[in-house]
């Protein structure tokens, strides 16, 4: 099966933790966007949804399923997102798509977050995908040499020559050389330095389920 033919294996499978009568929540990138055209078949059974993302926004829209701000609602039972390296405890890095800042704060409304990813995606140790870090563009300089101090190299994201701008106005800088052995105490570390927006580990926000596709179908990681 090809990279996409596993996507669209857990977008699909992904349907069964939606709840009938609720809005859920979103994430963002190609694996969600999988899941997002399996959900147009059940778009009468719920309300809609909370996205993290403007693309995601305007996908969820176009297929017809009623988009609501996350300030309207309340908790939310559940929040389905992909991944860029997961690991057996569920602990993620996130942001190739630099939609982290929203997609933490919809993973953080919600219950239960299910990760869905190809198996290329799981991993021992967190870090060797450059880790996302979403800054204000002022602390850009010193948010780098903090990195560099813990033996990573950071790099500003670009887009057509120039810096990204993410949904919420930043930027994004990526950081390689990282291994990242104790997530939940790195996170808390760097989400406490001045600038950083969200910075792309999620271990406070961990998956509850990973269904990860593999060659021999659906595994569900719990
Ligand atoms: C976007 C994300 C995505 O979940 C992550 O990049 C995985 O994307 P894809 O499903 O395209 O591999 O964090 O900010």
């Not at 300030?71 to 997961?86: F, K, P, Q, R, T």
Request: charge should be neutral.
């Amino acid at each position: 099966m090809t990279q996409d033919e596993l996507k669209a294996l857990v977008g699909q499978a992904a349907l069964q933790y939606v709840v009938p009568g609720e809005i859920v929540g979103v994430g963002t990138g190609s694996t969600v966007n999988k899941f997002i055209d399996a959900l147009a078949a059940m778009k009468d059974k719920i309300p809609g949804a909370v996205s993290s993302s403007n693309a995601s926004t305007e996908r969820l829209r176009a297929l017809g399923i009623q988009v609501f701000d996350a300030n309207e609602v309340g908790e939310l039972s559940v929040y389905i997102d992909g991944a860029d390296e997961i690991d057996r405890r569920g602990y993620m890095v996130k942001g190739g798509g630099a939609a982290l800042t929203r997609e933490k704060i919809v993973a953080a409304q919600s219950k239960r977050f299910v990760c869905i990813a190809d198996e290329s995606k799981l991993v021992d140790t967190l870090g060797k995908f450059p880790l996302p870090v979403e800054v204000i563009p002022m602390a850009t300089k010193r948010i780098t040499a903090l990195f560099a101090a813990k033996g990573g190299t950071a790099k500003l994201r670009m887009k057509d020559n120039a810096p990204l701008v993410t949904d919420n106005g930043q930027h994004i800088l990526d950081v390689t050389g990282l291994a990242i052995g104790d997530p939940l105490a790195f996170e808390s570390e760097v989400n406490q330095w001045p600038g950083v927006v969200t910075v792309g580990v999620f271990a406070h926000q961990k998956a509850a389920v990973c269904l990860l596709g593999t060659a021999a179908g659906v595994k569900t990681l719990e």
